[in-house]
Nanobody, 120 residues
Framework: HVQLVESGGRSVQAGGSLRLSCAAS????????MAWFRQAPGKEREGVAY???????TYEDSVKGRFTISKDIATNTLYLQMNSLAPEDTAMYYC???????????????WGQGTQVTVS
């Protein structure tokens, strides 16, 4: 079965950087789009960054120029490099995937358990 396991979240000061990882297993990695979502307390979950099956990234406006999504096909790992972090980036971050070319066209069926990022 499909399994997504995030890691890398922690508390960091404003202006700092973090790299989140998502280890994927149970499916043909190259055939699935992947994405990062986040949900802050009291807010709806929002898509942060998407990467299509052919490797094209797209970003939510507030993270453009600060976040970079990438994937390592050899290790079946998705990454989110986050720079210039701000308090408004504080949220639970989730990895998601599905058998689609582009995850922004969702809905997505496979989700990880989340990793907490706190920026102060």
């Amino acid at each position: 079965h499909v399994q997504l396991v995030e890691s890398g979240g922690r508390s960091v000061q404003a202006g700092g950087s973090l790299r989140l990882s998502c280890a994927a297993s149970g499916y043909r990695y190259a055939s699935y789009c992947m994405a990062w979502f986040r949900q802050a307390p009291g807010k709806e979950r929002e898509g942060v960054a998407y990467i299509s099956t052919d490797g094209n990234p797209t970003y939510e406006d507030s993270v453009k120029g600060r976040f970079t999504i990438s994937k390592d096909i050899a290790t079946n790992t998705l990454y989110l490099q986050m720079n210039s972090l701000a308090p408004e980036d504080t949220a639970m971050y989730y990895c998601a995937a599905d058998f689609l070319q582009d995850c922004s066209r969702g809905p997505l069926n496979y989700w990880g358990q989340g990793t907490q990022v706190t920026v102060s």
